[in-house]
């Protein structure tokens, strides 16, 4: 709804009233269109304010009507009406103004902010573009370049940099409400012609088709095949090459074309999926409603390698104390310096106003943990370690202190084990870099207490990660589902394909990087010493293996060798690519002739294998472990596990996540594709249906949001 009251000095405040963002449902827009329309007709009243309630202007449209027929008054006539009154409206910038919400703002005659406000068209995170004249609008009040930049990736923009880009007119650090009333008083009964952006004429470059082309190949290439931010380009030509209305035709016409195509729907399926995932349940009962989180005044963190140093530094910047464990004096000084110089950088990114960082302390006595709340273990992967450190905090750490593993995949069960307290121990995955990276896999076992979950899912709220609850089996969700893939990445080269070949597929599906190039960036070294552990290769492979097969299955020896001769990726200059300038992969002719090599020694007769086949063994067999994990109960849904793969690998987001992609596909098409697959290659379990994929195709593939039903069937290990 939208609040009306007339208050002295002859204005008229409208109040926007929909918590918790006051997003532009039916009901809102109908309240804003009658309320403009009395304060328009009221002759007492000189000026309009519109604001909205809670500290919050607007967070856009409310994406819940997406699916449904859309019903009230529609936005851009109600935005017109607003910027065609004669008497001035001041719309009051507070908390956010996003998508339809700057929308709206732009609309009117002008905008005070708070200083601690945030603006942006967000649209094209949603597969959309800003289609309430957003596009039209904000090019000719900022300028074209300006505006391509905000409207093509959707970011937020400050209130500082919004008035120096033109966006509001004043920002203030008092209260944005007074200043706005007060503005209002003085600019009553002036003409509003000038301040209709409707009329303006956006600021071009001379070079605009260059502009725009250049624009073009940058997101193109960022993008990797999503239509949105194409379309804003499109629109935004529009607005510096077309009268207003005809601009908004073009932006209407782009809209209806965006809404109704798949990339949307799996665009804003990822945006409440995301939502979701915070909302976790275990089959005890539990849940994140019903159980209380612990706090978390004090962490620590032990190990200060790569991990431990992003760890470390993601628990600072939100305002955390930090004590970090070393075991020896060089490490910890190598580790105290590399935190410092991050923070250092992350303090000049954020500007004193934001900097509100936490301290760390560093130190080689786990002693010194005693009275810490929380202790995140980052050392290597190396079970006995883990144990060994684990069993040391159960005699060291206050009887209520969480622990934590930062493990990547080892069982939690039995590092859980090692200490006193094993309901106190939980997985908490991070992604490197673990300060940028978004996602955590919060791991529980069977013996996980739900206030251990609760206070790992709060720390990952705390931290602006994206949190999601799984199960406790080798590489939890994320690392099991990519063994297949990567698998069959090994093997399409066994049988003829090339590094370069198979990336190319995968990139033009819309991954930043092939599966070659993460390798050859993560360091070849990393699946090695893995695959060494569970003795696949190395000094625990019984002798007389064959070189091709372990436990009777399918196995590719090709990335050990490459290990073994020394081409360990990006960091020795050469692994599937060779780098000689600045990191940039280029195919190596050597690898060529090695691959000829190896498929003569083992008698293997090289093909032409075709960019479907690439495509459909990489996602399918991926996909089917998805299944098999919900099967098995290690993730409570399809929607946690395409949260996971967007949120930490890389999943394109115009494609939804793997599970959601496999609905739009076709569930039955998959089922086929992976039947064919395994008929071809029996030696390949993972390429075998899972029952899961077969029950769901037999049950008429039904929607990813009913899935759920059918895994509750099964036990879960949450």
């Known amino acids: ?45 000189k000026a309009i304010v519109l604001c909205g309630a809670n500290g919050k202007f607007c967070g856009g449209a409310d994406i819940k009507e997406f699916s449904r027929e859309m019903r ?82 959707g970011r937020h923009v400050s209130a500082q940099e919004a008035v120096r880009l033109g966006i509001v007119d004043k920002v203030t650090d008092s209260s944005a409400m007074e200043e706005a009333i007060e503005f209002a008083k003085t600019v009553a009964g002036e003409p509003m012609g000038p301040r209709r952006l409707s009329l303006w004429t956006a600021a071009c470059p001379e070079d605009l088709d260059s502009l725009l082309e250049g ?48 990339q949307a729907r799996a665009m804003q399926y990822c945006f409440f999926t995301q939502r979701a995932a915070a909302r976790w349940t275990t089959p005890s ?34 305002g955390i104390p930090v004590i970090a464990v070393e075991t020896e004096q060089k490490r910890l000084k190598a580790g105290r310096k590399a935190v410092n110089s991050m923070l250092t950088r992350e303090s000049q990114k954020r500007g004193p106003a934001e900097a509100h960082l936490g301290s760390i302390s560093f130190t080689l006595d786990l002693r010194k943990l005693r009275d810490t709340d929380l202790v995140i273990e980052a050392v290597f992967e190396d079970m006995a370690l883990k144990k060994q450190i684990f069993s040391k905090l159960s005699s060291v750490c206050r009887p ?11 069982n939690i069960d039995e590092i859980a084990s090692a200490a006193s307290r094993p309901e106190l121990v939980v997985g908490t995955h991070f992604f490197a870099p673990a300060h940028v990276m978004k996602l955590l896999e919060v791991v529980c076992g069977p013996r996980t207490s ?19 609850v799984v199960g406790n089996c080798s590489g939890f969700v994320g690392n099991r589902m990519m063994r297949p893939y990567t698998e069959q990445a090994y093997y399409l080269l066994e049988e003829g394909a090339r590094p370069e070949e198979v990336d190319l597929v995968l990139e033009e599906f819309g991954f930043a990087m092939g599966i070659f190039r993460v390798m050859d960036l993560s360091g070849l070294d990393v699946g ?85 086949e690439i495509l459909e063994r990489c996602l399918y067999s991926l996909i089917n472990e998805g299944f098999r994990i919900l099967q098995e ?71 990813v949001h009913q899935w759920r039903a059918l895994i509750q069937q099964h036990s879960s290990q949450l």
């Open 1 to 45: 709804m939208a609040l009306y009251r007339r208050i002295p000095g002859a204005i008229a405040v409208i109040t926007l009233t929909n918590p918790p963002v006051n997003a532009l449902s039916c009901t809102v827009r109908e309240a804003i269109y009658e309320t403009v329309k009395r304060a328009t007709a009221d002759q007492e009243v």
């Open 72 to 153: 009230g008054p529609p936005l851009v006539p109600m935005i017109d009406m607003i910027e065609e009154s004669e008497k001035p409206v001041v719309a009051v910038i507070e908390g956010v103004a996003f998508g339809g919400g700057l929308e709206l703002a732009l609309g009117c005659h002008y905008r005070i902010a708070h200083s601690g406000a945030q603006v942006g068209l967000t649209e094209v995170t949603l597969g959309l573009l800003p289609a309430a004249g957003g596009t039209q609008r904000l090019p000719r009040l900022i300028g074209v370049p300006a505006a391509l930049d905000i409207i093509t990736t």
């Open 215 to 262: 624009a073009l190949v940058r997101i193109r290439q960022r993008s990797r095949g999503a239509l949105a931010p194409v379309a804003c380009v499109q629109a935004v030509r529009a607005a510096a090459s077309l009268p207003f209305a005809q601009g908004m035709k073009k932006e209407q016409e782009l809209m209806a074309y965006l809404f109704t195509s798949g």
């Open 285 to 318: 009962g539990a849940s994140w409603e019903n159980t209380k989180a612990r706090p978390v005044r004090q962490a620590a963190v032990i190990g200060l390698g790569t991990m431990g140093r992003g760890i470390a530094v993601s628990l600072s910047r939100a």
């Open 400 to 410: 209520d202190a969480l622990l934590c593993t930062n493990t990547s995949g080892l």
């Open 450 to 468: 739900p206030v251990a979950v609760a206070t790992a899912m709060q720390l990952a709220k705390r931290l602006e990660k994206i949190g999601v």
């Open 528 to 612: 090695w010493r893995s695959r060494k552990e569970l003795g696949l290769t190395g000094p625990k492979l019984p002798p007389g293996t064959e070189a091709r097969s372990r436990g009777g299955k399918r196995y590719s020896p090709l990335p050990d060798i490459l290990c073994e001769s020394g081409r360990l990726g990006q960091k020795t200059g050469r692994g599937w690519y060779l780098y000689e300038k600045e990191r940039v992969a280029t195919p190596d002719p050597w690898l060529q002739s090695f691959l000829e090599d190896y498929r003569s020694r083992f008698g293997i007769q090289s093909r032409r294998v075709g960019q479907d």
């Open 633 to 703: 109960g290690i993730a409570a849904s399809p929607e946690d596990i395409d949260v996971i793969y967007v949120s930490g690998y890389g999943w394109p987001r115009h494609r939804g996540g793997p599970m959601f992609y496999a609905w739009m596909v076709g569930l039955p098409k998959v089922l086929d594709k992976l039947e064919h697959y395994h008929r071809t290659h029996p030696d390949i379990p993972n390429l075998a249906p899972s029952s899961m994929l077969r029950k769901l195709v037999a049950r008429g593939s039904p929607p």
